[in-house]
C-alpha cells in the first residue's frame, strides 16, 4: 500500500478530522462533525438534482430541447 493510494486518502481524512473533533470537543465534537458532515452531502445531492433532473427544458421540437 502506497501513501500515494487516494483511496486511503480519501478514508483516512474524514477519520483524522473525527479523531481531531474528539480530542479538541469530546463527544459533542464528534456528534457536531457527523451532523455538519449529513448536511453537507445533502446540500450536495440537492444541488446535483436541481442541476441534472430538477430543470424544466422548453421543448424546441419532439425529442430536442434547448
Do not use: D
Not at 455538519?36 to 445533502?42: R, T
Amino acid at each position: 500500500m502506497s501513501v500515494n493510494n487516494r483511496f486511503l486518502l480519501f478514508f483516512a481524512v474524514p477519520i483524522v478530522f473525527i479523531l481531531w473533533a474528539a480530542k479538541t470537543a469530546g463527544l459533542m465534537g464528534v456528534l457536531v462533525y457527523i451532523l455538519e458532515s449529513f448536511v453537507g452531502v445533502i446540500l450536495l445531492e440537492i444541488v446535483n438534482y436541481a442541476r441534472h433532473y430538477g430543470l424544466l427544458r422548453k421543448e424546441i421540437s419532439p425529442g430536442e430541447y434547448e
